[in-house]
Structures are given as C-alpha cells and as structure tokens.
C-alpha cells in the first residue's frame, strides 16, 4: 500500500449539507468516507442507513466504506453494498457466525472488513483472517464522535500488524478514534496505514484541506 490512507467520518457533519460535505472531502484530498451506521442498540446512538449512503454516492467518486455498529449486521450487508460501499465492515462483537457474514459479503462482491472494540482481543479474528480485507481497530468505544485516543491501544496495533504480515497479503490496517494532528503520529508508528478521522476534519485551523495535509505528514513521517 503507497502511503498513508485518510477517511473522512461523516459522523460530526452537516447531513443538511451531505452533497457539499461530499463535494468539499474530495477537494481536501482524502481518501475516502466512513459511514459510521449504528442502531441505538449496539452502542448507545443512533444514526444513518442506506439511503443516506445512497444519496452521497451520487455526488462523489471517492472509496465508501459502511462501518456497522449494528446488531446482526448480516440482516443488512445487501443494502450497503448496494448503496455504493466499497467496503462493508462489521464488529466482531456483533456478529454470531462472524466467519458466515465476512463469506456473504464476499458474496455481494464488495470487500469485507472486521472491527474489534478496545476490550476486543485481536484472537477473535485470527480464525477468519483469511476472509478479511480489512482490519479495523477502534481506538476510542464506538458509539460517540469527539472521544479522546485510547493510548494504550498502540500495543493491539502493533500486534495487528504483525498478523497481517504473517498472511502475506495487503490488508489495509485502519485505526478510528480520537485521530488527530497530535495523535496519528502515534498511530502510524504501531503499524496503521489507514486512518479514519472524524472531529479532527471539522475543528482544525486553516480549512478541510489543511488538516489533511498536516496529518498526511504526520502520518507518513511516523510510518
């Protein structure tokens, strides 16, 4: 994989403004955009669906990737992939049959991620990792955008990496929460190359733009 990959969360944006929102992420020069989908059951809020997707699809070219922090996601995988996912990730923690879910999104013809929550050992997945095109860590307890980096994540990271470079395959190593200028350095160094950024985009000085060129900086200097 060449370089760092930024991912813009839609979770602090104005969905009033999706199309410009979408339009202006594409500008900065991100990478892509995280759907953050999540139930008010499996964490405690309650957000977008498919249609949302759908509609942001239409006004932008760049990688799309369902993160569902949904109880049995394998109800609903057919509806993301066919809003224009990219990537359909799921939590380890949410799903029953997890190795059935990552073989049926194959099925769908889009690729499959797994998401593992802080407490979330990185062994719920070694069993599966062959049906894994991506591996996400969550570096903050899904749920809430704004939360602060769990440091002490570095070490999962780490040992993520090493996973992926003993299957001998390029799969992407993506971190979310609490990423920002001063906390992607850290991030990198553990083995990520994908980072989802979310507050961070909205709140930095200097415009969209700027923050993606300071983190892409950050990120690549650390690596």
């Known amino acids: 994989m060449s370089g760092p990959k930024l991912i813009a969360s839609v979770l602090n944006a104005d969905l009033g403004r999706l199309a410009e929102v979408c339009e202006e992420m594409e500008e900065a020069g991100l990478d892509g955009i995280q759907w953050d989908v999540m139930d008010g059951k499996f964490v405690p809020n309650l957000t977008m669906g498919p249609v949302t997707i759908a509609a942001g ?29 990219e990537y359909v990730i799921v939590h380890a923690e949410a799903s029953r049959h997890l190795h059935r879910t990552l073989d049926a999104i194959k099925g769908l013809g889009v690729k499959t991620g797994v998401a593992l929550n802080p407490a979330t050992p990185l062994e719920a997945i070694t069993n599966v990792i062959d049906l894994v095109d991506l591996l996400l860590v969550m570096t903050v307890n899904p749920g809430f955008g704004g939360q602060a980096y769990i440091e002490t994540m570095k070490p999962k990271l780490a040992a993520a990496q090493n996973l992926i470079a003993s299957q001998g395959r390029d799969i992407p190593l993506e971190v979310d929460g609490g990423i920002a200028p001063s906390t992607i350095r850290d991030a990198a160094s553990a083995g990520a190359d994908r980072f989802v950024i979310g ?9 969209m733009a700027n923050v993606v060129d300071r983190m892409r900086s950050e990120a690549a200097g650390a690596a």
């Not at 507050?199 to 415009?207: P, R, T, Y």
């Open 57 to 85: 699809r239409k006004v932008t070219s760049l990688t799309f990737e369902a993160h569902l922090m949904i109880e049995e996601p394998e109800r609903s995988i057919e509806q993301y992939a066919d809003a224009g996912c």
């Open 199 to 207: 507050s961070a985009l909205f709140k930095g000085n200097g415009g």
